[in-house]
């Protein structure tokens, strides 16, 4: 439009510009679009209007061949040294369907004149394209240029989602934010072995969009586990596929080490070339412990002892990593990076800097994280749990023995007496790493920390140091090295809030657990889409500041991000399914802005159910089952460390549910 009062020239030219490359590949390579890397060399073509982003491994370089297991997944090797790794886009214009073009105008004085850039993609699958004009003036002649650059996200080949709980609510922000995660769990899953277009492959989440694509261990076993309550089948994929890749051998470069389960696997053409060890990488200390633990929750969620039988050497090679790895430590789980190329922190918090003493001086390993002792203590409780199934008595006995003898050995080693509170982590000489964190928080939910101690955890992860209105900080503000936005030193991550959230529940600690869910809620819905963020700033809540800050790097989908609001649920309606024995526990706590809710067809081993949940006028929360199909009872039972739980009060709830039952 000409808002001058003469008639004008210009000339304007439309530029495609396609970056193919995913944003991580980017980021490790210090890739341009445009740009280059020692020993790949990528190039753009085009070809009838489709940009295709080449890789090429020169220098003659040998590309290691990958392991038994990634060969058996992927079905092939990766490519050889002059070999081609590529991305495509399919597009084209209405204007022409070159990748550039000029037009001259003339636009009088008051007129307007328009020209349409159209763009398709593929019809198969499911895509978003997301255009960025930017305007850039020519300074010779009155001449724009658009860069038009289109961010892809993947696609997902199944033609039908798994079979999932439907959730309605009386509250219709919390619908919304639902029905968002919903999509968003279909936007991230990655058929990691797309045998044909039902439901058979095995189809896991993707960690992240645009960051962290490919198969990371930690973030689907952990949103598989969170995000059970939509469907079992995400855990039983999860366990199935990470059980094929399994470490086999004692390898440095990999960090791998026999019966251990791998941190990552990368899909970028980097890894796929087999110049970063991050094609198949098994530098975490985490997944192993919780793929035992994911393993028996899909064992309660749907009762099949076959999946078990199946999964026996895994099994068994799990727990003989994690016998010797707390052999090597004296008691405890350490870890130390075996290469210059791994991760520096193995455990949850994995950043370079994420760990400090009480003087915010970096801590550097070999270091015993809290956490990874809670989850190898719940790994060990899970494995002899798994062994009764089996029918393996003794092994049971001998696994549930070294199970309390670590929980023995962490409340003695980890706590610190003048702060009534753990440690963050022991360093190599045994020392205590004496910072005040979130991480007792994950020990909470394990179930390691002794009875007597929890309430005052409890009440330090309330405090106002810690909790910041939003949720949990990662690292307390009194610490010298609290930064609000870094990525662990005082951030606020939403998955371990759930996490959190659900061991104050288990513990009995209603109103803390509420509180958290409130926040990451509230939090939600100040994000685009309602979607929580992989994690926010740990600035506090207050009048003068009504929003939280944002973490500049965030990523946009983080997996378990989203999962995390399916757990919230989970822990609202105190939900444990005993699929074996024909089991639903329930110890529904709604809040008052949540004054109803019923999930249609829950299943539960082979059965499904409706539920509906509410709170009477004297804000007590019921339930009631709505409709049932199969042999399963349901009954209202206080969690397994509520401390407020007594014999009476579980044997009165028991009655009272099979009574409800029989009316």
Partial sequence: RNYGVYRKSLSLAVELVCPLGDIQFQEEMKLSPFGGAPGIVPSIRWEAAAPTL???????????????????????????????????????????????????????????????????????????????????????????????????????TRTQPFPRTQIRTGNSTLNLILAQAEVDFDSLELPLVPRDDSDSGLYVVNAGIPRYMGLFSRDILTTSWQGSLLSPRYLRNA????????????????????????????????????????????????STAFWLVTLATTYLWEGDRQLLFRNRDTITSGCAWIRRRLGQGNGFLYYAPGTAEGNRHHAWKDSGDAIVDRQGRIAVPPLAACEVQGYCFMALLAAAGLSVAMGEAGKARELFDEAQALKRRFNQAFWMEEQSYFAV???????????????????????????????????????????????????????????????????????????????????????????????????????????????????????????????????????WSVSGLFFSILILLGLRPVAPLGLLLVKPALPDWLPWLELRQLRVGSALVDLRFWRDSAGKSRWQVLAKQGSLRVLEQPAELDLEATLGSRIRDALRSVFKSAA
Avoid at 263 to 281: D, F, I, K, Q, S
């Fill in 425 to 559: 982590a022991l360093d190599g000489a045994g020392r205590r790493v004496d910072s005040v964190t979130s991480n007792p928080g994950h020990c909470l939910g394990c179930g390691i920390i002794s009875r007597d101690r929890i309430p005052a955890v409890v009440a330090r992860m309330i405090s106002d140091d810690l909790f910041s209105g939003w949720g949990i900080r990662t690292l307390s503000s009194a610490n010298p090295a609290f930064d609000p936005f870094s990525y662990h030193r005082g951030s606020v991550w939403p998955v371990e809030n759930a996490t959190i959230a659900g061991g104050f529940r288990l513990c009995g600690f209603d109103e803390p657990a509420l509180q958290l869910i409130e926040a990451q809620l509230a939090t939600a819905t100040l994000f685009p889409g309602m979607r929580l963020p992989e994690l926010l700033s740990g600035h506090a809540r207050s009048e003068a500041y009504p929003i939280p800050g944002l973490y500049k790097d965030g990523n946009t989908l983080q997996a």
């Fill in 54 to 156: 080449r890789y090429e491994r020169v220098f003659g370089r040998r590309t290691r061949a990958p392991t038994s297991e990634f060969a058996r997944l992927y079905g092939d090797e990766a490519p050889r040294d002059g070999q081609e790794v590529s991305r495509a886009l399919a597009i084209s214009t209405a204007v022409t369907a070159s990748p550039g073009v000029s037009h001259e105008l003339e636009v009088d004085v008051g007129s307007r004149t328009r020209i349409e850039l159209k763009m398709e993609l593929p019809a198969e699958g499911r895509c978003e394209l997301k255009l960025a004009l930017i305007p850039e003036r020519d300074r010779r002649q009155p001449r724009t240029k658009i860069r038009v650059k289109p961010t892809v996200l993947p696609r997902a």
């Fill in 239 to 286: 366990v199935e596929s990470l059980a094929l890749l399994k470490g086999t051998r004692f390898d440095a470069w990999r960090d791998e080490e026999p019966g251990q389960i791998p941190h990552e696997v990368r899909l970028n053409p980097r890894a796929a070339m087999g110049e970063t060890n991050r094609e198949l990488y098994y530098g975490d200390v985490v």
